[in-house]
């Protein structure tokens, strides 16, 4: 939810600026902009409606802009239409105060009709022009430094924000200020950077600092200083990056989703070998040793989009194989709903970004309520990561398409490890059963290369059916979870409109809406539900639908009922979801692509969610 970007160095600001701008614009992409200053020089902004590209063209590739210092912001809108009037930077009345903002006041209304009546007036409809000149106010009226100035404003400001502001008076200088909303800071020799998400930086630095949520910093060209909301200064660890910038690169791809869906074998594997040797799944170093795992009275698993689909998975394999209650949960109706949890109950908040802010919220409710917490997280050191109890990393590395396919499925993969793992130490299965489940999780990585061969027919297919106006997606049991993800898949990124059903509750109500040629997509991969899912599929053909059948080899009967058939690679029936669900995901991606539009940037989503 919007990306910004400062540095402050020997070399021109601009294009780096609009360099770090591209690896973010992930983040959002209606609107962009960047102010510069040269030396004592006047802060220049330029802001510009649209892609990247637009402010670009309109800063000659940032050459058109002279200075060594500056911010740059691509916005994902929430308050105010995408125009270049709300874009960032935004200035103050007296422009003492530029800034750009990620993230959201949520009481920017009180603070503008306070701010109206000391003669403040506005050109933008953003809640981010309100915080720029509530600085700029508390600085005149306290007669206080940026730090001072800026404590203040945060502790006015409720909501969420990552700041990066110019001061005219402070040339050579960026101060930063964060709660809720993810900055990584990095240092070379006489250059500083920062941005909301390490691919940015990567280029210049991987030794980063974490700002910390109610801390503030200032940089200079070369240097950090860090200060809490005392005003005081702080000592911060400095961390090394160690994947590759190349993984954030789109190496010969067409889009980043392609490029990440056919990196899920290896996102998957990696996943698994952070915590299993092959003979042995161990927990111990995300505290789940023996005693933790007997103590487990139930579990709640809460998420949102995507990783709530894997939550909803993980009920089904860690119920069944473990026989500890588990109830998945939005993590944006967790919150507001006055959750019971019970004692030994443990709560595993699921979250690729580590930033969504419901789920952080979620993860905070249940930290309120005195319950132990695990994060199932990607990004290292993001704040669901820092505040959990613990945290099981998913090894995806960055995923920088919007909707997303590999990080989806390493979180399964670290569900799926959870549940073999309760199951066995429980005693609910037994050494053998164990080491067959163990043997079945390190197939996975390759079968999943094996169900990725498909990618051909799927293409040939979107390409005939792309035009459908709408799509169904039916399946019981795991598969009622694979379809919720393969549906999603579907909708936001070809913007066709779809659902899923689990099979069985479709002639309570939807199948009305099934007439000749609507597609619909039945997923049936497990062996003791098949018989029950094809006779849902077959009330469908009858009413004149377009059957698409998925299921595992060995099923050859669909083809006597589907007009289109799949084949996934057999496994335990606890784990096909994440043999299916990467052909679910080829399937949107084409049908996207079909369409002439961009699945990396879908519209009116960004990929980190860090307001409510
Ligand atoms: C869909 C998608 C979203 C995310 C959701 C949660 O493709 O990417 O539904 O799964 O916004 O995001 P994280 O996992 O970062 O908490």
């Known amino acids: 939810m919007c990306g910004i970007v400062a540095y402050n160095g020997?070399?021109?600001?601009?294009?780096?600026?609009?360099?770090?701008l591209e690896k973010l614009e992930y983040r959002g992409y209606d609107s962009a902009g960047l102010a510069v200053r040269d030396?004592?020089?006047?802060?220049?902004?330029?802001?510009?409606?649209?892609?990247?590209?637009?402010?670009?063209?309109?800063?000659?590739?940032?050459?058109?802009?002279?200075?060594?210092?500056?911010?740059?912001?691509?916005?994902?809108?929430?308050?105010?239409e995408p125009s270049e009037n709300n874009a960032h930077p935004h200035e103050s009345l007296h422009a003492e105060v530029v800034a750009v903002h990620n993230g959201i006041i949520e009481n920017y209304q009180e603070i503008r009709?306070?701010?109206?009546?000391?003669?403040?007036?506005?050109?933008?409809?953003?809640?981010?022009?309100?915080?720029?000149?509530?600085?700029?106010?508390?600085?005149?009226?306290?007669?206080?430094?940026?730090?001072?100035?800026?404590?203040?404003?945060?502790?006015?400001?409720?909501?969420?924000?990552?700041?990066?502001?110019?001061?005219?008076?402070?040339?050579?200088?960026?101060?930063?200020?964060?709660?809720?909303?993810?900055?990584?800071?990095?240092?070379?020799?006489?250059?500083?950077?920062?941005?909301?998400?390490?691919?940015?930086?990567?280029?210049?630095?991987?030794?980063?600092?974490?700002?910390?949520?109610?801390?503030?910093?200032?940089?200079?060209?070369?240097?950090?200083?860090?200060?809490?909301?005392?005003?005081?200064q702080i000592e911060k660890e400095i961390t090394e990056i160690t994947w590759d910038a190349e993984a954030a690169e789109?190496?010969?791809?067409?889009?980043?989703?392609?490029?990440?869906?056919?990196?899920?074998?290896?996102?998957?594997?990696?996943?698994?070998?952070?915590?299993?040797?092959?003979?042995?799944?161990?927990?111990?170093?995300?505290?789940?040793?023996?005693?933790?795992?007997?103590?487990?009275?139930?579990?709640?698993?809460?998420?949102?989009?995507?990783?709530?689909?894997?939550?909803?998975?993980?009920?089904?394999?860690?119920?069944?194989?473990?026989?500890?209650?588990?109830?998945?949960?939005?993590?944006?109706?967790?919150?507001?709903?006055?959750?019971?949890?019970?004692?030994?109950?443990?709560?595993?908040?699921?979250?690729?970004?580590?930033?969504?802010?419901?789920?952080?919220?979620?993860?905070?409710?249940a930290k309120r309520q005195g319950v132990k917490t695990l994060g199932i997280v990607n990004v290292v050191g993001s704040s669901i990561a820092r505040e959990a109890d613990n945290v099981?990393?998913?090894?995806?590395?960055?995923?920088?398409?919007?909707?997303?396919?590999?990080?989806?499925?390493?979180?399964?993969?670290?569900?799926?490890?959870?549940?073999?793992?309760?199951?066995?130490?429980?005693?609910?299965?037994?050494?053998?059963?164990?080491?067959?489940?163990?043997?079945?999780?390190?197939?996975?990585?390759?079968?999943?290369?094996?169900?990725?061969?498909?990618?051909?027919?799927?293409q040939w297919f979107a390409a005939k059916f792309g035009n459908n106006r709408d799509i169904f997606y039916i399946g019981r049991g795991m598969d009622y979870a694979t379809c919720l993800e393969g549906s999603l898949k579907m909708k936001e990124i070809s913007y066709l409109h779809s659902e899923a059903y689990a099979a069985g509750e479709l002639k309570h109500g939807t199948i009305s809406l099934v007439e000749k040629g609507t597609l619909v997509i039945g997923v049936s991969t497990q062996n003791e539900l098949y018989e029950k899912t094809l006779s849902n599929m077959i009330e469908v053909k009858s009413r004149g639908g377009y059957l698409v059948g998925i299921t595992s080899y060995g099923h050859y009967s669909i083809e006597d009922t589907v007009d289109f058939t799949i084949y996934i690679p057999r496994t335990d029936s606890h784990f096909t979801t994440l043999l299916t669900v990467p052909s679910l995901q080829l399937l949107g991606y084409y049908m996207s692509v079909n369409k002439g539009l961009n699945p990396d940037k879908p519209r009116n989503l960004a990929k980190s969610v860090t307001v409510e």
């Open 392 to 458: 099981f990393y998913t090894l995806a590395g960055p995923e920088i398409a919007v909707a997303t396919t590999k990080a989806y499925s390493a979180q399964l993969m670290a569900v799926y490890c959870l549940a073999v793992r309760f199951a066995y130490v429980r005693g609910k299965i037994n050494k053998e059963e164990y080491k067959k489940y163990i043997d079945e999780l390190s197939a996975l990585p390759e079968k999943i290369s094996k169900s990725l061969e498909d990618k051909e027919r799927l």
């Open 113 to 232: 009709s306070k701010l109206e009546r000391h003669q403040y007036t506005f050109y933008s409809q953003t809640d981010t022009e309100i915080a720029v000149n509530l600085i700029e106010y508390y600085r005149h009226k306290y007669d206080e430094t940026p730090i001072g100035a800026l404590r203040r404003a945060m502790m006015r400001i409720r909501g969420s924000y990552a700041l990066a502001v110019l001061f005219k008076d402070r040339p050579g200088e960026i101060y930063l200020a964060r709660k809720d909303s993810p900055m990584i800071i990095g240092v070379t020799e006489g250059e500083s950077f920062a941005a909301s998400d390490a691919p940015a930086i990567l280029k210049h630095t991987r030794h980063v600092y974490y700002i910390d949520n109610m801390e503030l910093a200032c940089l200079s060209k070369g240097g950090v200083t860090f200060y809490n909301i005392d005003g005081e």
């Open 250 to 365: 789109k190496g010969g791809y067409e889009h980043f989703m392609m490029k990440e869906i056919f990196e899920q074998p290896k996102a998957v594997e990696d996943t698994l070998h952070s915590v299993c040797d092959g003979q042995e799944i161990d927990l111990k170093d995300i505290h789940l040793d023996e005693e933790e795992i007997r103590s487990i009275a139930h579990i709640t698993i809460v998420a949102c989009g995507s990783a709530y689909h894997v939550g909803v998975a993980a009920q089904y394999v860690i119920e069944d194989l473990s026989r500890i209650p588990v109830r998945v949960e939005l993590a944006s109706e967790f919150r507001y709903r006055n959750p019971i949890l019970g004692e030994n109950e443990l709560v595993i908040v699921i979250s690729q970004s580590g930033e969504t802010a419901d789920s952080l919220a979620a993860l905070r409710e």
């Open 39 to 80: 030396g004592e020089g006047d802060i220049e902004v330029v802001r510009a409606k649209g892609r990247l590209k637009v402010l670009a063209e309109k800063t000659n590739e940032g050459k058109s802009l002279k200075g060594d210092c500056g911010i740059g912001h691509t916005r994902w809108a929430t308050h105010g």
């Open 10 to 20: 020997q070399k021109q600001a601009a294009p780096i600026l609009l360099e770090g």
